[in-house]
T-cell receptor
Framework: ELKVEQNPLFLSMQEGKNYTIYCNYS?????LYWYRQDPGKSLESLFV???NGAVKQEGRLMASLDTKARLSTLHITAAVHDLSATYFCAVGDSNYQLIWGAGTKLIIKP | NAGVTQTPKFRVLKTGQSMTLLCAQD?????MYWYRQDPGMGLRLIHY???????AKGEVPDGYNVSRLKKQNFLLGLESAAPSQTSVYFC???????????????FGPGTRLTVT
């Protein structure tokens, strides 16, 4: 059974700092997704990582995938308040299903 | 394009009542999904559909039924609501499966359901 674990589950940080969110999963998969959810809102796709060593960047966010370690990271560079949200990773379990992490609630203080 | 829409946005039910949540998408997607989101637990898949007229069970299907009579619509039914079904329900759609290809899922705005 595929399990997906994120850590930390809660992160409060100051603007301008760097930090990394980790997503570990328990069985082989080479499809990993990162989503963002603002409070009371829906989920928005950020990145799709398709293969070992994949790296994608958009603005201050960079995601990477290490399929051998079963680990993905979401790195935040020089955080700004607008990045405050809950971030989810999700991993493909079968052809049709994604298994989701519990989410990392990120609060960035001015 | 409206993308994925959900009706209603909020609902309060009493235990034992029934209701249907409607999901509609205008992206001509084959795959549609119903999830529930509970605090600290991420998203859990209730049911999904890989095309018109097909449905399948996800991780937490008990107490729910679904139908996909038209490609653009996916209905989630609660026949006899229970307090444990208090949650936020999200519908999503995608062009194809998330694993064999890399089709991302597009989400609706959610329905907040409270069962008292």
């Amino acid at each position: 059974e595929l399990k997906v674990e994120q850590n930390p589950l809660f992160l409060s940080m100051q603007e301008g700092k760097n930090y990394t969110i980790y997503c570990n999963y328990s069985t082989t998969s080479d499809r990993l997704y990162w989503y963002r959810q603002d409070p009371g809102k829906s989920l928005e796709s950020l990145f799709v990582l398709l293969s070992n060593g994949a790296v994608k960047q958009e603005g201050r966010l960079m995601a990477s995938l290490d399929t051998k370690a079963r680990l993905s990271t979401l790195h935040i560079t020089a955080a700004v308040h607008d990045l405050s949200a809950t971030y989810f990773c999700a991993v493909g379990d079968s052809n049709y299903q994604l298994i989701w992490g519990a989410g990392t609630k990120l609060i960035i203080k001015p | 394009n409206a993308g994925v829409t959900q009706t209603p946005k909020f609902r309060v039910l009493k235990t034992g009542q029934s209701m249907t949540l409607l999901c509609a998408q205008d992206m001509n997607h084959e795959y549609m999904y119903w999830y529930r989101q509970d605090p600290g637990m991420g998203l859990r898949l209730i049911h999904y559909s890989v095309g018109e007229g097909t449905t399948a069970k996800g991780e937490v299907p008990d107490g729910y039924n679904v139908s996909r009579l038209k490609k653009q619509n996916f209905l989630l039914g609660l026949e006899s609501a229970a307090p444990s079904q208090t949650s936020v329900y999200f519908c999503a759609s995608s062009r194809g499966p998330p694993v064999t290809r890399h089709y991302e899922q597009y989400f609706g705005p959610g329905t907040r359901l409270t069962v008292t």
